[in-house]
Nanobody, 118 residues
Framework: QVQLVESGGGLVQAGGSLRLSCAAS????????MGWFRQAPGKERELVAR???????TYSDAVKGRFTISRDIAKKTVYLQMNSLKPEDTAVYYC????????????WGQGTQVTVSS
């Protein structure tokens, strides 16, 4: 069982920045693909960014060039640096961990609210 605890959400003006953190309890953190998803009111949860075991990263078109995902193996923490925030980035952001071999080992954090005012 992996527990994920997000932090760093809040209220920011458009054009501002926030950094989200997700601390993982996984004993073998490096064996997990880590991702950030978000869900806005009335919309489905969508992938924002994924770190593929520290080897590669992918981003949604909506955030490419503005957001950066990274991981600190020693701290077992994944980050999402969000720059040039827009009101449409407002959502609950969720951290995800998925084992690189067994996709059934798929875990979610409780979510952290990000609100961008115009």
């Amino acid at each position: 069982q992996v527990q994920l605890v997000e932090s760093g959400g809040g209220l920011v003006q458009a054009g501002g920045s926030l950094r989200l953190s997700c601390a993982a309890s996984a004993p073998t953190f490096s064996n997990y693909h880590m991702g950030w998803f978000r869900q806005a009111p009335g919309k489905e949860r969508e992938l924002v960014a994924r770190d593929w075991k520290g080897v590669a990263t992918t981003y949604s078109d909506a955030v490419k060039g503005r957001f950066t995902i990274s991981r600190d193996i020693a701290k077992k923490t994944v980050y999402l640096q969000m720059n040039s925030l827009k009101p449409e980035d407002t959502a609950v952001y969720y951290c995800n961990a998925r084992h690189f071999i067994d996709p059934r080992m798929d875990y979610w954090g409780q979510g952290t609210q990000v609100t961008v005012s115009s």
